[in-house]
Nanobody, 124 residues
Framework: QVQLVQSGGGLVQAGGSLRLSCAAS????????MGWFRQAPGKEREFVAA????????YYADSVQSRFTISRDNAKITVYLQMNSLKPEDTAVYYC?????????????????WGQGTQVTVSS
């Protein structure tokens, strides 16, 4: 069993920054790519960012490109999402996810394990 434990998030004013963390525990994949998704009230869950096992390849949704940065620390099996220049439309519950493949994916159904979710609220 794999557990993904998220931390970070909270309330921030527009233009501010937050960092989300997601640490994996339990069964450890020798190779696992990870991603971040978000779900706003009344909307479907959407892709935010993904990163390959090596960290060499990253992928972003157009809406967050140049504002968000995904990174990972493989020694800690932890992935981060640095969010800068936050906008009210970034308000959502954010989820991290893991899949036992080298490359990341923007497809939520490609991920096998999910974190518990963390609320990010951006006030105008």
């Amino acid at each position: 069993q794999v557990q993904l434990v998220q931390s970070g998030g909270g309330l921030v004013q527009a233009g501010g920054s937050l960092r989300l963390s997601c640490a994996a525990s339990g069964r450890t994949f020798s190779r696992a790519s990870m991603g971040w998704f978000r779900q706003a009230p009344g909307k479907e869950r959407e892709f935010v960012a993904a990163i390959s096992w090596s960290g060499d390849n990253t992928y972003y949704a157009d809406s967050v490109q140049s504002r968000f940065t995904i990174s990972r620390d493989n020694a800690k099996i932890t992935v981060y999402l640095q969010m800068n220049s936050l906008k009210p439309e970034d308000t959502a519950v954010y989820y991290c996810a893991a899949r036992p493949y080298l490359s990341g994916s923007s497809d939520q159904y490609a991920y096998d394990y999910w974190g518990q979710g963390t609320q990010v609220t951006v006030s105008s």
